[in-house]
């Protein structure tokens, strides 16, 4: 499979402060790529120490993704890759699960690196015509493929990005551009202890936060086109 050289290339990170967002940033960084950095806060991207293009947004609004892709390529005047690793979770009942959370989780977990995916097409068909081997990598989950009692509303988020994104690696391979669905079990990243709603059951440690976003690394400069639960395990 072709390797991809990341030095120099304008890539998109979104959910840049977070368990798994920040260790994948930092690097690509390391590896020479010119990053626009996305999360909610200012002073968390400004904390990430990295030399880019930062932008505060959140994500779940409504022209948020435009916004992120024309600061990219104001800053940079292409876009040869997006990560989106950003994520919310939830927990409880079926019964229990209020509307408001069903759509947050929706919003965040499916419906924006979907909106993402779109806002950047035609820059990254431009990095495909240049011969820059561009990609997209969406962090989806292991429950995706074992929908989990108590997550019901969270599995379902995740398991939608993860069908989008099977469908999307096909269609989108015809026009040279690699789509990545990571799906890593449970990883120590904190989301668990900032749910939406609920409580995390009591779960087994996690894996690393740098293990798991040196795999996904891995992936992206190595060429590779799905990363199941079960890439994440030695």
């Known amino acids: 499979m072709p390797m991809t050289d990341v030095q120099d290339r304008s890539i998109v990170v979104v959910g840049a402060t977070g368990g798994l967002g920040s260790p994948l940033a930092h690097l690509l960084a390391r590896a020479g790529?010119?990053?626009?950095?996305?999360?909610?806060?200012?002073?968390?991207?400004a904390g990430l120490g990295i030399d880019g293009e930062v932008v505060a947004i959140d994500i779940r609004k409504?022209?948020?993704?435009?916004?992120?892709?024309?600061?990219?390529?104001?800053?940079?005047?292409?876009?040869?890759?997006?990560?989106?690793?950003?994520g919310?979770?939830?927990?409880?009942?079926?019964?229990?699960t209020e509307d408001?959370?069903?759509?947050?989780?929706?919003?965040?977990?499916?419906?924006?690196?979907?909106?993402?995916?779109?806002?950047?097409l035609p820059a990254l068909r431009d990095s495909a015509a240049a011969g820059h081997d561009?990609?997209?990598?969406?962090?989806?989950?292991?429950?995706?493929?074992?929908?989990?009692?108590?997550?019901?509303?969270?599995?379902?988020a995740?398991?939608?990005?993860?069908?989008?994104?099977?469908?999307g690696m096909?269609?989108?391979?015809?026009?040279?551009?690699?789509?990545?669905?990571?799906?890593?079990?449970?990883?120590?990243?904190?989301?668990?202890?900032?749910?939406?709603a609920g409580t995390a059951p009591r779960m087994p440690e996690g894996l690393s936060p740098q293990a798991v976003a040196e795999r996904m690394f891995s992936a992206i400069t190595d060429g590779e086109r799905d990363l199941p639960s079960s890439a994440f395990t030695s």
């Open 33 to 45: 790529a010119r990053l626009t950095l996305v999360g909610r806060s200012a002073e968390r991207l």
């Open 62 to 86: 409504s022209g948020s993704a435009d916004r992120v892709i024309c600061a990219a390529l104001s800053r940079w005047n292409a876009v040869d890759g997006v990560v989106f690793a950003a």
């Open 88 to 96: 919310a979770v939830a927990f409880g009942a079926i019964a229990d």
């Open 100 to 120: 408001d959370v069903l759509i947050d989780l929706f919003t965040v977990n499916a419906l924006a690196p979907m909106r993402l995916i779109r806002a950047a």
């Open 134 to 156: 561009p990609f997209i990598l969406n962090v989806s989950a292991v429950v995706a493929e074992q929908p989990m009692a108590g997550m019901a509303a969270y599995s379902a």
């Open 158 to 167: 995740k398991a939608a990005l993860a069908a989008y994104d099977q469908a």
């Open 170 to 196: 096909r269609e989108l391979r015809r026009e040279g551009i690699r789509l990545v669905d990571a799906r890593p079990p449970h990883t120590e990243t904190g989301l668990a202890a900032r749910p939406l």
